[in-house]
């Protein structure tokens, strides 16, 4: 090769690296740091390693301040927040089952109760504060701006054994909790998309991308959800009747902006109910 073009050649490989960290540089930055994208970002990550915990975290962060991932993060931390409330109690009800079957060392399992249902407490009270911002606003239809989650709306296994008495290990007591919240974000995601009784079709929604669901719909999925969260302060759990009927309230007061409906009236009068026994 002569000096020409071996001089020709290193200038058009000159060229290429710079056209390379030119296209870098200009390239789409990622999120700041501590800003709502940045924190809304973090949260589909979690998300899609089913870190629900951190998924709530990172929501949190998005809807304390107006900004334009908030509308979308409201409905989504609804979602989480009473899924996690709801899987926590479910886990707790199968290990005060198990403690009363295994007489030889029932404190293992109530110590279980005693934490999760201390989780799905905390759950719960974030779950209605953003339940009480969520009705201020008027967006219609809410849109649902996340993947369908990860899991199976399948009982799991080893809840049951443990309900039957069998204490599995500490590695598998972790993997049984979290399979539970997995399985409650499900459920309560197919509630909100007003497929309540069929994942498959909820399933099937997801796919074409955001889930746009009536505000009543919505609404009326969060009331459920609102009035299942306050049995967790009944007598025979954790015992605070003042907690169990600021729930039922929020639940009773949110059905007056859904349309009458046999699901909405059902649902009416399970609330009066739940208020009645309170009460009594």
Not at 113 to 125: C, D, K, P, T, W
Not at 147 to 157: L, N, R
Not at 198 to 204: G, N, P, Q
Not at 232 to 257: H, V
Request: some cysteine.
């Amino acid at each position: 090769m002569s000096l020409r073009a071996t001089r020709a050649a290193a200038g058009c490989a000159v060229f290429a690296a710079n056209l390379i960290l030119f296209s870098c540089a200009s390239g789409p930055r990622p999120p700041e740091k501590g800003t709502p994208a940045f924190f809304w970002t973090a949260a589909k990550e979690s998300y899609a390693t089913a870190d629900y915990l951190k998924t709530v975290e990172n929501l949190e962060k998005v809807v304390s301040t107006e900004n334009e991932f908030a509308a979308a993060a409201r409905p989504w931390l609804l979602i989480m927040t009473s899924g996690l409330t709801q899987g926590y109690m479910e886990a707790a009800d199968f290990f005060e089952s198990g403690a009363r079957v295994n007489k030889a060392d029932p404190t293992t399992f109530r110590k279980q109760v005693s934490q999760n249902r201390g989780a799905a407490g905390r759950m719960s009270l974030r779950f209605a504060e953003v339940f009480g911002t969520f009705q201020k606003t008027t967006d219609d239809p809410v849109v649902l701006a996340f993947p369908f989650p990860t899991g199976s709306a399948a009982q799991v296994g080893l809840l049951v054994r443990v309900g039957n008495g069998i204490l599995p290990q500490a590695s598998e007591i972790d993997s049984a909790l979290k399979s539970a919240v997995s399985r409650a974000v499900l459920l309560t995601t197919c509630r909100a998309a007003g497929s309540p009784d069929d994942s498959a079709k909820a399933r099937e929604l997801f796919k074409s991308g955001e889930v746009k669901v009536p505000r009543g719909q919505f609404i009326l999925a969060m009331a459920d959800a609102m009035h299942d969260s306050a049995a967790l302060y009944g007598r025979n759990k954790l015992d605070e009747p003042q907690k169990m009927m600021i729930l039922c309230t929020r639940a009773e007061e949110a059905l007056k902006s859904v349309p009458a409906s046999k699901e909405s009236k059902e649902l009416l009068l399970k609330i009066q109910a739940t208020l009645k026994k309170n009460k009594t």
